[in-house]
């Protein structure tokens, strides 16, 4: 007959085996008791939704700058084509938006502070929706700055979406000539856009160099203000003011000019009589709109939004908050 024996405690001085005896279960609402010697790991950080202070702004700046640079040609391109078709959609809502006000008796800047927030679109679009846009794009210079950028690489970025945000904008102008969205409101919205493309033609260069610097300046500011943002709401906020007040200053954005011209020149060369005879106007009357009004315009933009965006605020911004680090050495 078996019987049941309990082994012999180890003796002192012998080597037995651990067993590791369960822990005890937990109450019910209880966790149970972490076993001795494992490791707990550490609580975790708190959630903050305060925006970031201007020093991680830089930092988080220049990592976009970067990441923007490297991006794939194909993509670039694409995403470029989108950012110049959602401005060239700001610019048609802040044109719909400018309309008829001329011989009503309200004060100007009701209409341009209206065309300012309609035009808001554009970069909430290219922001949250996600696109490389040029004048944004000035703001890589903050990579370049601290050597995480190679020269070639900027402007490999800038030359692929200049010319993909004019093929977006230009495409959108066609599309929306195409829907005869001139003769709505009694060719009221054609003669708006005819009105304001003229405006822009007539200017001289230094005056355009001018505009351009401080379009792109509040832009730059914008989307600097935006890498603050911790939502969606808060990426909306900080591009709302300065772009309405660019917009409601006058000042000139060259992406949207993409659209402004090419659409102008498309009114004026394609647009039936009625059009004319409807608003009063002859294609006459728009000397500016034309390829070489386009041309003279566009290169001093160009080249005042540059200032702007990139040594007005990017450089500025480097300088004061990533020019003592270390340079990186790029590959």
Not at 70 to 82: H, I, K, N, T
Not at 83 to 112: C, D, E, K, N, Y
Not at 179 to 200: H, I, N
């Given at each position: 007959?078996?019987?049941?024996?309990?082994?012999?405690?180890?003796?002192?001085?012998?080597?037995?085996?651990?067993?590791?005896?369960?822990?005890?279960?937990?109450?019910?609402?209880?966790?149970?008791?972490?076993?001795?010697?494992?490791?707990?790991?550490?609580?975790?950080?708190?959630?903050?939704?305060?925006?970031?202070?201007?020093?991680?702004m830089?930092?988080?700046?220049?990592?976009?700058?970067?990441?923007?640079?490297?991006?794939p040609?194909?993509?670039?391109?694409?995403?470029?084509?989108?950012?110049?078709?959602?401005?060239?959609l700001?610019?048609?809502?802040?044109?719909?938006?400018?309309?008829?006000?001329?011989?009503?008796?309200w004060?100007?800047?009701?209409q341009?502070?209206?065309?300012?927030?309609?035009?808001?679109?554009?970069?909430?679009?290219?922001v949250?929706?996600g696109?490389?846009?040029?004048?944004g794009?000035?703001?890589i210079?903050?990579?370049?700055?601290?050597?995480?950028?190679?020269?070639?690489?900027?402007?490999?970025?800038?030359?692929?979406?200049?010319?993909?945000?004019?093929?977006?904008?230009?495409?959108?102008a066609?599309?929306?000539f195409g829907?005869?969205?001139?003769?709505?409101?009694?060719?009221?919205?054609?003669?708006?856009?005819?009105?304001?493309?003229?405006?822009?033609?007539?200017?001289?260069?230094?005056?355009?160099?001018?505009?351009?610097?401080?379009?792109?300046?509040?832009v730059?500011?914008?989307?600097?203000?935006?890498?603050?943002?911790r939502?969606?709401?808060?990426?909306?906020?900080?591009?709302?003011?300065?772009?309405?007040?660019?917009?409601?200053?006058?000042?000139?954005?060259?992406v949207?000019?993409?659209?402004?011209?090419?659409?102008?020149?498309?009114?004026?060369?394609?647009?039936?009589?009625?059009?004319?005879?409807?608003?009063?106007?002859?294609?006459?009357?728009?000397?500016?709109?034309?390829?070489?009004?386009?041309?003279?315009?566009?290169?001093?933009?160009?080249?005042?939004?540059?200032?702007?965006?990139?040594?007005?605020?990017?450089?500025?911004?480097?300088?004061?908050?990533?020019r003592?680090?270390?340079?990186?050495?790029?590959s």
């Amino acid at each position: 007959m078996a019987t049941n024996r309990r082994p012999a405690p180890a003796r002192a001085g012998e080597q037995g085996t651990r067993v590791a005896l369960p822990a005890a279960p937990a109450h019910d609402g209880e966790k149970p008791a972490p076993a001795s010697g494992a490791r707990t790991a550490p609580p975790p950080a708190p959630l903050s939704v305060d925006a970031l202070l201007p020093a991680d702004m830089a930092a988080k700046a220049e990592a976009i700058g970067v990441r923007k640079a490297g991006l794939p040609a194909v993509d670039l391109f694409v995403l470029a084509l989108l950012a110049g078709a959602f401005i060239a959609l700001g610019a048609l809502f802040a044109t719909v938006a400018g309309t008829g006000f001329t011989g009503s008796g309200w004060p100007m800047g009701v209409q341009r502070l209206l065309m300012g927030l309609s035009f808001c679109l554009g970069l909430i679009l290219v922001v949250v929706g996600g696109a490389e846009l040029f004048t944004g794009n000035n703001l890589i210079v903050m990579a370049w700055a601290g050597g995480r950028v190679r020269t070639t690489m900027l402007l490999r970025n800038w030359a692929i979406v200049y010319v993909g945000n004019l093929v977006g904008a230009v495409v959108t102008a066609a599309l929306v000539f195409g829907g005869r969205q001139y003769t709505f409101g009694g060719g009221l919205t054609g003669l708006q856009a005819l009105s304001m493309a003229e405006s822009k033609g007539a200017l001289g260069f230094v005056q355009a160099l001018a505009l351009g610097i401080l379009c792109n300046g509040l832009v730059c500011l914008a989307v600097w203000l935006t890498y603050s943002a911790r939502s969606t709401s808060d990426k909306i906020l900080a591009i709302l003011f300065p772009i309405t007040a660019f917009v409601a200053a006058g000042f000139e954005h060259s992406v949207a000019n993409m659209y402004f011209f090419p659409y102008a020149m498309m009114v004026k060369a394609w647009a039936p009589a009625s059009f004319w005879e409807s608003i009063g106007k002859t294609a006459a009357d728009y000397p500016h709109i034309s390829w070489n009004g386009f041309l003279l315009n566009m290169l001093p933009v160009t080249i005042g939004n540059i200032i702007g965006g990139s040594l007005l605020v990017g450089g500025i911004y480097w300088w004061v908050y990533l020019r003592k680090r270390p340079k990186t050495t790029t590959s």
